[in-house]
């Protein structure tokens, strides 16, 4: 609708804001008398004999300005406005300027009469569309009718002044499109507008008691203010009558005896017609006047706006695969409302591409078979109340649809803003309904970028190459971020392993100026070159600890291993605002298995403020455990930790950490009705009996699914 009428609307919108001076410019001119509203035609009548010896016409205009035409005092004829208190005549009126009249043409019909009239009927017709879908998608946008005036989050210049102002404005420019459109029906004939004509029994006409003018009934009690037009009787006959055409019916009046010969009401399409013309031109208001003007300037505003929005919108859209989707080895899906996470989904693609790799990108509603897909990148934001964008609302149906035949491992990056309160949730609903699927393999735990952030995006970047092997080059100036320097953190102790299969602590002093806490990362170089480890931080004494695994032949966990006291690295701090330990929060359950305990060490010994804290650790052996019994108990005796729950999975009862929630599920779903936070780290594995666990108690014991919680950060992940 806008791309067919925008020619036509912005050429009218121009127009108008022109025309909406004109009634200002007249309403400054000095004809209208106070008191005006009071007098009536009994008062004003007979004082306009001062100034003329004969009337045929009195009208009142849109600025209530009183115009009489007859014969003056001097024996002229002539038009004049005149004070309807005194008589005294105030002025002549002159034509409207020529430029109104050009620019009015050009507004009413194009200069090209009826056709003109009947396209700038159609352009208000549809701003009148435009008005009412946009109001639609404010409701929708803003979560309800009685949210519309609510806050509006900034996503950028086009899109946040797009609402802000059609709010602002929506009143009086769905006024001028209404108005518009009913004028130009009535013009067309296509609603009846015609006046009854005057029945007049000539025969029953009393020529007595004769009476003045000023002593009519009707006179002394119709005020001027409601008086279009009075006709004067031609003669003295007393057949020939005044007509009186009042705002809202028409009167004949017997001349000589005030009586009233007939009287009709205007159909109510005449009065329509009236308020139309009132609402459309300001006439009557200088006030509603500038206000129109200001809206009509807001219209030239919403057609670059919705232009730049739609712009962007189209830019990042697909651009045409190179390889089919049956052929591909990668599988992108994008889900985008406004476009812009196609921008991320393309800087993959390509460089996917380039390396040689089959890669396919599509949307996420495009979903179907895909016989060579080893990897799935599902890369979406999300809108509305965490739904999905328009682009990927077919997604659930078609997964259930289409199932693969073999194994893939998927990646779920969600794009949102923290502004809202269901943060990233669709993308959280797809990661579960992957992960019903016996096929879909997580590959890293999902990941969210809030803001468009190219912090969060690198962050998802590195770890998807580390587990794929696949370099990718996010760079700083691809997102236009600041590129990130290295740091440099000395050892400070290490407390080694012996089994090739074992764990060990290593902590490392950081410098005053690097800001770092429990649940960031810390990205290390081993080999000097392009690959990149991350392991997740806990600040213990002010000190970064790490939990390592040494892997036989790993090239993180043995370059870790190697270290020795004293000994200093280059190494990245990457800020994870995600997994930080909830400012607000009644109750902190934390959930880990093996090194995965290593950020709750952190958390645990920087809760100072002794909040309620529960750590649920699975281990393989006891003599995993050991390494961190000490610390445990000691956090126990001081409430840095409140209750630590542990499980062997290869010794005693072989216990997984979820055997242990399942006979905690009261508790659990107690945690998250209270506003509790629910921390998880540590394998994909864990991590997936853990959520099929929780979708269980959500649903069945607080009636919600479990993204709801993962999108209000109620349950925090970082697995690997
Ligand atoms: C009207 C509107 C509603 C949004 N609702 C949410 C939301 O509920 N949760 C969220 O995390 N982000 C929300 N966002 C933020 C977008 O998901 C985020 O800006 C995303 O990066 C946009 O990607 P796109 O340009 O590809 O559509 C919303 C944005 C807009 C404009």
Known sequence: MAVSSFLLLALAALTGIILAFEPVLQKVQPYRTDGFTDLTLAQTLPVLKKSFSEIS???????QFVRVKGIDADGKNRTAFVDPQTGDILGTPTEQSEFFQWVTALHRSLFLHELGRFFIGLTAFLLLLITISGTLLIIQRQRGIKRFFTRIVRENVAQYYHVVLGRLSLIPIMLIALSGTYLSLARFGLVATEKISPQIDFDAIQ?????????????????????????????????DYYTLKLTDRELAVNQVTGEILSENRYPTALLLTNLSLDLHTGRTSAVWAIILAVATGNILFFIYSGFAITWKRLANRVKKNVYSADESRFIILVGSENGSTFKYAQLIHQQLLSRGEKSYLTEFNNYTVFPK??????????????DAPTNAKKFAALLDQYPQSQPIRYSVLGFGSRSYPDFCQFAFEVNHLLARH???????DIHTVNDKSPADFQLWAETWSDQTHLPLTVSADQLNAPASELDTLV???????????????????????????????????????????QYSIGMVDNELQLSVRL???????????????????????????????????????????????????????QNSQKVVCHLYGGF?????????????????????????????????????????LARDTDFIANVLATNGVLMICGSLAMQKDVFDLLE????????????????????LTDCY
């Open 551 to 605: 892997h036989p032949g790993g090239l993180g966990s043995g370059y870790l291993h190697g270290l020795q006291p004293g000994e200093s690295i280059k190494a990245r701090l990457v800020r994870n605002d995600q997994f930080h330990f909830p400012d607000k929060a009644p109750v902190v359950v934390m959930i880990a298995n093996g090194t995965g305990i290593a950020p709750f060490l952190g958390m645990i010994s």
């Open 696 to 715: 269980t108690i959500c649903q069945t014991k607080l009636g919600k699914s479990v993204s709801i919680y993962q999108s209000h950060r109620q349950i």
């Open 57 to 63: 016409e009195l009208s009142v205009d849109a600025n």
């Open 620 to 660: 393989r052996e006891r003599s995993s455990f050991e390494r961190y019994r000490d610390f445990l108990e000691k956090s126990l005796s001081t409430q840095h930790l409140t209750r630590l729950q542990v499980a062997y999975s290869r010794e005693g009862e072989k216990q997984y950490v979820s055997t242990l």
């Open 491 to 533: 050892v400070t102790s290490h407390t080694q392993t012996t089994q090739p299969d074992g764990t060990f602590l290593i902590r490392f002093q950081t410098s005053q100026r690097q800001e770092v806490t429990s649940g960031d990362l810390l990205a290390i170089y081993p080999a000097n070159d392009h690959r990149e480890r």
């Open 373 to 386: 897909a080893e990897y799935l990148l599902a890369m979406t934001a999300t809108y509305g109340l965490g």
């Open 438 to 444: 016996a096929w879909a393999k997580p590959l890293i």
């Open 207 to 239: 020529s007595k008691p004769e009476r003045k003018p000023a002593d009519f009934a009707v006179f002394q009690n119709t005020r001027l203010c409601e008086v279009q037009t009075i006709e004067f009787p031609f003669s003295d006959d007393v057949e």
